[in-house]
């Protein structure tokens, strides 16, 4: 049946702040990599990804850092802004698995 | 970027009637796809990979029974929940791929039972 409802770790942090959010996964085999963005009542929004044979990639006001010794993945929103308030999630895959494995998401809360 | 769209994007439904969520790819073809089910505060979790002209692949806990999935064109899957009931009520997410990299997703479908 229904799992009871998990109360998402949450992240709050003042407009202009830089934020970080944190992603563990468990798959050494695992070599693909996406963060998204989910507002509510929405589906998840492409942000960024990253291979494994890199460790950092930047985009627009973001950066996603990649440390797979201890299979730490991150994600830094520079200057961040009331409507970067939503659920990030990390996601990853592996070659010859084309579905995602999401992690279990972080609900950032930007204060103006 | 590519574009999915799903329907309805919300339905309530009497217990023990079906209901069909319906996915499409709008300007690509995609010859799998993917359901997702989403309780409250919670992470996305795989139910199904569709793939066009074949059947569908379950992950392990989900009834194929219950939960239909047709992937008859390269644009279009559609999720049927049969005699759905209260625990089914979730938000139900399909995503499609372009080819190889990042998965698009649809804007999900909140599904109550009462």
């Known amino acids: 049946g229904e799992s009871v409802g998990l109360h998402l770790p949450t992240l709050s942090v003042q407009e202009g702040d830089n934020s970080i959010i944190n992603c563990a996964y468990s798959?050494?085999?695992?070599?693909?990599f996406i963060w998204y963005k989910q507002e509510s009542g929405k589906g998840p929004q492409f942000i960024i990804d990253?291979?494994?044979?890199?460790d950092k990639r930047q985009g627009q006001r973001v950066t996603v850092l990649l440390n797979k010794t201890v299979k730490h993945l991150s994600l830094q929103i520079a200057a961040t802004q009331p409507g970067d308030s939503a659920v990030y999630f990390c996601?990853?895959?592996?070659?010859?698995?084309?579905?995602?494995?999401f992690g279990s998401g972080t609900r950032l809360q930007v204060q103006p | 970027g590519a574009v999915v769209s799903q329907h309805p994007s919300w339905v309530i439904c009497k217990s023990g009637t079906s209901v069909k969520i319906e996915c499409r790819s709008l300007d690509f073809q995609a010859t799998t796809m993917f359901w997702y089910r989403q309780f409250p505060k919670q992470s996305l979790m795989l139910m199904a990979t569709?793939?066009?002209?074949?059947?569908?692949?379950?992950e392990q806990g989900v009834e194929k029974d219950k939960f239909l999935i047709n992937h008859a064109s390269l644009t279009l899957s559609t999720l049927t929940v049969t005699s759905a009931h209260p625990e089914d009520s979730s938000f139900y997410i399909c995503s499609a791929l372009p080819g190889m990299g990042e998965a698009f997703f649809g804007q999900g479908t909140r599904l109550t039972v009462v």
């Open positions: 798959n050494s085999a695992s070599d693909y």
């Open positions: 569709s793939n066009e002209g074949s059947k569908a692949t379950y």
């Open positions: 996601a990853e895959n592996y070659t010859g698995r084309r579905a995602l494995t």
């Open positions: 990253i291979r494994s044979n890199m």
